[in-house]
């Protein structure tokens, strides 16, 4: 049986004086004339009444003494204006919102009108309600990140101003908008909800955001769009569950999605939710068809804090108000299973007993051909889980596609007579869901190069593959270990709360602190606990791209995020110069003509105390994309220094495609050559260059550094955007976080062009 429970999250508050809204009902004549009907039932004292009490007398009731009408309390019209006023002056929300949440707990005739008389009298508001016709274009700049797009943007403003070009002026500032332009060119259905929750508590989502450098941790229920933040001081399991322990105390999620971090990945994440009988799903990073709600949410919370920052708030009090404001109409029942209850856990996985043929798309919108497999099973509604030669994936319903010929179809048959059972699946009659962990000692010969390669290691030679700055990569890898020796007894059952080795298990939780993370995890939904070659799961070695899956050093753990740390990294490195690199550019087929698409450079001296930086846009001829600029942003900066002699030279990127083959000569040898691969040309350019630097003796190292967590990085993408005023903005930050520096604007030689010509390139 299934038990309703009401958990006030956003509890209604009550911030008025009880007392006093008695004594006002004791003088109020019509409160006089409804406490009369209430306790006698006479219906023809009503007919003196305003309509707005009479048409609602029959949801007349008392709380804590005071007569309310549908459960919002009657109070007058001085003390609705006080508390409109205190709300406003902590929110500044608009006058529909601040109604919408006065609606619920009072009772006022005339209520919609004070909230918009509150916001006409303050001063806050007025300064952008009030200004020129000549101002507008600048107003519309701290208006624009409200708003979702140039219509509604227009839509709002059109209302309250009247201004010609307004249409025009909306638009272009979303154009000079680099968040906005960052996700233009997205398909629709990438902002599509992935699957639709069942009830409140019965999916989550959590992520990790940075704002000004500082962690901010945000779990989003995904039924109610209730949202919790955390300001942490790194980014660590222990931190996480110390965040959750309050919220899962209450009433646990059923599931809850989450990225591949290792901070979300690890034993010590996994064994906490399954003290809470709670399923995780894994999905991609920067997916927005399966974690795009947290994506959101955590645009919801950066607009929130910049806002309230610009006052001269603290950050932490910036976060409150903004949680507050988003959540103040998120009252909601929630569903909780009783003690015993077996029917709670909604079984979402479903198990084919035949597979089927289909075409899909491994790489989603990046690949450009689909790839026939085989359909094992269903996660939910929305997504497959397809089996290719020996890999499994999970991949959303619109990258799969179901009209296979029908002589393929005649000829599978005929090579696979037999039927697959329903053994060490979990199907629909299932009761509960576990996740089985193999947590194997690993020798201590077995390097830890041999461990399974993370998303930015998988390279495949016959498509375009190309890594941008936050990889939208619509599936989900099911990964094995080669530990196929561990032994049954410390295997661990997640759903059942049990654990076969308790010294294991005091050992996982003495080490709670720990923060790194055991990739060493099947991310497989059973029923059972299964060994890796019971799933016949490909592994590392048995890999056909086994030769390239090596750890990339500059993504694994040395990754490089604010200031602080790139300035302890160049005063520990060798290197005499260091080089930032970005390219941007679209990744659509219909890349607009007037969409800036090009490369900045940043090129630092660290013993001469010198900053200088370049720029470069629309060079590359046909289509243009994403990869293709990063790559040329990496050509260029070595083109820069090819006068050096003798020196070290370190180059930054936050892009692991364009870097890797610098660090790797293997794989720039494999780029140059094989004609099929993307920017082969480019790769071959690189490849001659640095030739040059081996007979010129500059090493050269390479480092990867978050996008956008650093000054830095922030004006690298600027230069390459092409946005002035973004531009003189992230110098002028460049300028405060190095003022030690000499920053100066070069313009890059008209000779890097020769490398550039023709179409192909």
């Known amino acids: 049986m299934l038990k309703a429970i009401t958990f006030p999250e956003a509890p209604l508050k009550f911030d008025f004086n009880i007392d006093e809204v008695i004594k006002f009902q004791s003088t109020d004549n019509h409160c006089k004339t409804l406490r009369t009907f209430m306790d006698t039932g006479n219906e023809?004292?009503?007919?003196?009444?305003?309509?707005?009490?009479?048409?609602?007398?029959?949801?007349?009731?008392?709380?804590?003494?005071?007569?309310?009408?549908?459960k919002r309390i009657i109070v007058s019209t001085d003390i609705a204006k006080k508390l409109i006023k205190k709300h406003h002056l902590l929110y500044h929300l608009g006058e529909t919102k601040t109604y919408e949440y006065f609606r619920k707990i009072i009772f006022c005739i005339g209520l919609a009108g004070f909230c918009a008389q509150e916001r006409k009298n303050c001063s806050v508001c007025m300064e952008y309600l009030n200004l020129p016709v000549a101002q507008v274009s600048h107003w519309i700049t701290p208006i624009h990140p409200r708003s979702r797009g140039e219509t509604k943007t227009y839509e709002y403003f059109r209302k309250i101003i009247f201004c010609i070009g307004l249409a025009g002026f909306c638009a272009q500032e979303r154009k000079n908008c680099s968040v906005c332009m960052e996700y233009l060119n997205l398909p629709v259905a990438q902002v599509s909800h992935w699957i639709t929750p069942i009830h409140p508590r019965s999916r989550g989502s959590i992520d990790y955001m940075f704002f000004e450098g500082t962690p901010i941790f945000a779990l989003c229920d995904n039924a109610t769009q209730y949202l919790f933040a955390w300001i942490t001081p790194n980014k660590s399991t222990a931190t996480i569950i110390q965040c959750l322990i309050p919220i899962f105390s209450q009433c646990p999620f059923s599931f809850l999605i989450m990225d591949n971090a290792k901070e979300?990945?690890?034993?010590?994440?996994?064994?906490?939710?399954?003290?809470?009988?709670?399923?995780?799903?894994?999905?991609?990073?920067?997916?927005?068809?399966?974690?795009?709600?947290?994506?959101?949410?955590?645009?919801?919370?950066?607009?929130?804090?910049?806002?309230?920052?610009?006052?001269?708030?603290?950050?932490?009090?910036?976060?409150?108000?903004?949680?507050e404001s988003h959540n103040l109409d998120k009252t909601r029942k929630f569903y909780c299973n009783d003690t015993h209850t077996e029917e709670f856990m909604h079984?979402?996985?479903?198990?084919?007993?035949?597979?089927?043929?289909?075409?899909?798309?491994?790489?989603?919108?990046?690949?450009?051909?689909?790839?026939?497999?085989?359909?094992?099973?269903?996660?939910?509604?929305?997504?497959?889980?397809?089996?290719?030669?020996?890999?499994?994936?999970?991949?959303?319903?619109?990258?799969?596609?179901?009209?296979?010929?029908?002589?393929?179809?005649?000829?599978?048959?005929?090579?696979?007579?037999?039927?697959?059972?329903?053994?060490?699946?979990?199907?629909?009659?299932?009761?509960?869901?576990?996740?089985?962990?193999?947590?194997?000692?690993?020798?201590?010969?077995?390097?830890?190069?041999?461990?399974?390669?993370?998303?930015?290691?998988?390279?495949?030679?016959?498509?375009?593959?190309?890594?941008?700055?936050?990889?939208?990569?619509?599936?989900?890898?099911?990964?094995?270990?080669s530990t196929s020796n561990c032994p049954p007894e410390q295997s661990f059952i997640y759903a059942n709360n049990t654990i076969n080795d308790s010294q294991e298990w005091n050992y996982i939780k003495s080490h709670l602190k720990n923060e790194t993370a055991d990739d060493n995890i099947c991310n497989n939904v059973n029923n059972e606990v299964l060994s890796p070659h019971s799933l016949n799961l490909p592994s590392a070695s048995s890999s056909p791209i086994s030769d390239l899956s090596k750890s990339f050093d500059s993504t694994t753990g040395t990754t490089l995020y604010s200031d602080t740390d790139i300035k302890e990294f160049i005063k520990a490195s060798s290197s005499d110069i260091f080089i930032f690199c970005d390219g941007s550019c679209p990744n659509s087929k219909a890349t607009s003509s007037n969409v800036i698409k090009g490369i900045g450079i940043i090129?630092?001296?660290?013993?001469?105390?010198?900053?200088?930086?370049?720029?470069?846009?629309?060079?590359?001829?046909?289509?243009?994309?994403?990869?293709?600029?990063?790559?040329?942003?990496?050509?260029?900066?070595?083109?820069?220094?090819?006068?050096?002699?003798?020196?070290?030279?370190?180059?930054?990127?936050?892009?692991?495609?364009?870097?890797?083959?610098?660090?790797?000569?293997?794989?720039?040898?494999?780029?140059?050559?094989?004609?099929?691969?993307?920017?082969?040309?480019?790769?071959?350019?690189?490849?001659?260059?640095?030739?040059?630097?081996?007979?010129?003796?500059?090493?050269?190292e390479t480092k990867h550094f978050k996008s956008k967590t650093s000054s830095l990085n922030k004006l690298v993408d600027s230069l390459a955007k092409g946005i002035e005023s973004k531009i003189t903005k992230a110098v002028d930050d460049v300028k405060q976080n190095w003022p030690d520096f000499n920053i100066v604007e070069k313009e890059l030689s008209p000779a890097h062009k020769r490398y550039f010509t023709g179409s192909d390139v």
């Open 44 to 70: 023809d004292c009503l007919k003196k009444l305003p309509v707005a009490f009479s048409e609602k007398a029959e949801l007349l009731e008392e709380i804590q003494g005071a007569l309310a009408i549908d």
């Open 603 to 700: 090129k630092l001296k660290f013993k001469e105390k010198v900053m200088e930086y370049y720029k470069a846009h629309n060079f590359l001829s046909g289509r243009p994309t994403s990869a293709r600029y990063e790559v040329a942003a990496v050509m260029i900066s070595i083109i820069l220094c090819q006068n050096e002699t003798k020196k070290a030279i370190t180059l930054l990127s936050d892009n692991t495609y364009s870097l890797e083959p610098i660090d790797r000569p293997e794989i720039l040898s494999k780029y140059s050559s094989d004609i099929s691969q993307a920017q082969n040309k480019l790769w071959k350019n690189i490849d001659s260059l640095m030739s040059v630097c081996t007979m010129r003796d500059i090493v050269w």
């Open 347 to 481: 079984n979402r996985y479903h198990k084919y007993a035949i597979p089927k043929l289909a075409y899909y798309k491994r790489k989603g919108n990046k690949s450009d051909k689909y790839t026939l497999a085989y359909i094992v099973g269903e996660l939910g509604s929305r997504i497959f889980h397809i089996k290719d030669n020996d890999e499994y994936f999970a991949v959303a319903r619109d990258y799969v596609h179901m009209s296979v010929p029908q002589h393929l179809i005649d000829a599978d048959v005929s090579l696979h007579d037999t039927i697959i059972t329903d053994q060490n699946w979990v199907t629909d009659n299932d009761d509960t869901s576990t996740i089985s962990v193999a947590n194997c000692d690993i020798p201590d010969d077995v390097s830890s190069e041999t461990d399974i390669p993370n998303e930015h290691d998988i390279l495949d030679n016959k498509t375009d593959v190309s890594h941008s700055n936050d990889d939208i990569n619509p599936f989900i890898t099911l990964k094995s270990d």
């Open 264 to 323: 979300f990945c690890s034993n010590e994440m996994l064994l906490f939710l399954s003290d809470f009988n709670c399923q995780p799903i894994l999905v991609p990073s920067y997916h927005s068809k399966s974690n795009g709600c947290i994506e959101r949410h955590n645009q919801i919370i950066r607009r929130g804090l910049q806002k309230n920052v610009e006052l001269g708030k603290s950050l932490d009090e910036s976060l409150r108000i903004t949680l």
